[in-house]
């Protein structure tokens, strides 16, 4: 096992009485953190995408929540404060079940803890940020196995520290494989609309020292018929019962070139990812941004006749994909089997 060095990138910063969010709309150019007192804030910056990717999200929420405890109790009325909070929380994006998986079990703290509930709920906020920073660790380390002796990966949106409690889980696998001398070329999509991999991968992976070559998105197909990537790495949002994946929208399509070309596809996502309630990925909301995303200012106007669609997520049938790591173990062939294995 080789060592993880000092990370340089840390989306969420938790002060003890507050939580600082690296601004994610303003990298690369500026480096901001703003910090939040309250629940709604929390929740405000994850709509606004401030803060983002799946795992990011889920240790915000967890946060908001430790800072909606802080705020109400002992008020009378603390527990039906804390519960709007929460339920402002979950409303905030709908696809990443990350956010849903952690308030389920800060909901359930508080039911357990009455009457000593903040320092129950910040032990299980801080356990829950640390827990990730591991299990990414880990999987970092699985990847790498499982990528051998690859030497050019493609990567899709940004997996990284920026969306996790650090060092990230497709940036993971990939800063795990680039330690071992392994990896010789590192591309990544830009990722359109919200340009994730162009402003944030290739930031984060700068900051680390780690060469990457951007490309548009369109360009992708391309990449993989003149043979330039062995395997494409992507994180997850949300991982159904038979190995169906949410993720950033593109992968999809990724996924079916990879298939026409020969190209593997490793998806990995933290345990927290999974959601063994839905048997496939078609039970799986896929979030529908603002179109002013897309759409050029001069189309804004009421009266224009220009509109645009903008799902940010897609759907990637488990059969496309080659493999599912996480913490605890991995699935070959997901398409095969399903991950049920993986569950606890
Ligand atoms: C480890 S992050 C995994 C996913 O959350 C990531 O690939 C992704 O799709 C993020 O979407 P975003 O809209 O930026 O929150």
Not at 43 to 60: D, H, K, N, S
Not at 161 to 168: H, K, S
Request: negative net charge.
């Amino acid at each position: 096992m080789s060592t993880t060095p000092q990370l340089s990138v840390q989306a969420l910063l938790w002060t003890g009485h507050s939580l600082k969010v690296l601004d994610q709309r303003l990298l690369p150019e500026h480096i901001h953190y703003d910090e939040y007192q309250d629940g709604p804030g929390v929740a405000a910056a994850i709509r606004a995408m401030q803060v983002r990717g799946a795992p990011a999200i889920g240790i915000a929420a967890a946060y908001g929540v430790v800072l909606s405890v802080q705020q109400h109790f002992p008020a009378a009325d603390w527990q039906s404060r804390v519960a709007a909070d929460i339920a402002t929380l979950a409303a905030s994006r709908p696809t990443a079940v990350n956010l849903f998986w952690a308030l389920d079990q800060l909901r359930q703290l508080l039911a357990e803890n009455p009457v000593e509930p903040l320092s129950a709920v910040t032990e299980l906020a801080i356990n829950i940020h640390q827990e990730d920073l591991l299990a990414n660790q880990a999987m970092g380390e699985r990847g790498a196995d499982i990528l051998g002796d690859a030497k050019a990966v493609l990567t899709h949106c940004n997996a990284g520290a920026l969306a996790t409690g650090g060092y990230g889980t497709a940036l993971g696998v990939i800063r795990s494989a680039y330690q071992r001398g392994k990896l010789e070329s590192i591309y990544a999509d830009e990722t359109r609309p919200w340009l994730q991999g162009a402003r944030l991968t290739a930031w984060e992976l700068a900051q680390d020292g780690i060469p990457v070559t951007l490309l548009a998105d369109s360009a992708a197909a391309w990449l993989m018929k003149t043979g330039q990537i062995d395997w494409i790495i992507v994180g997850a949002d949300r991982i159904a019962a038979n190995g169906d994946v949410a993720n950033k929208i593109g992968t999809y399509s990724l996924a079916v070139l990879a298939k026409y070309h020969g190209v593997k596809l490793m998806v990995a996502a933290p345990s927290s990812t999974f959601d063994f309630s839905l048997a496939d990925g078609s039970g799986i909301e896929i979030e529908q941004r603002d179109s002013q995303e897309l759409l050029h200012k001069i189309y804004l106007d009421e009266h224009s006749r220009v509109t645009a669609w903008n799902p940010v997520f897609d759907v990637t049938p488990a059969a496309l994909i080659t493999a599912i790591v996480t913490e605890r173990g991995s699935v070959i062939n997901p398409g095969l089997h399903g991950v049920k294995s993986l569950a606890l």
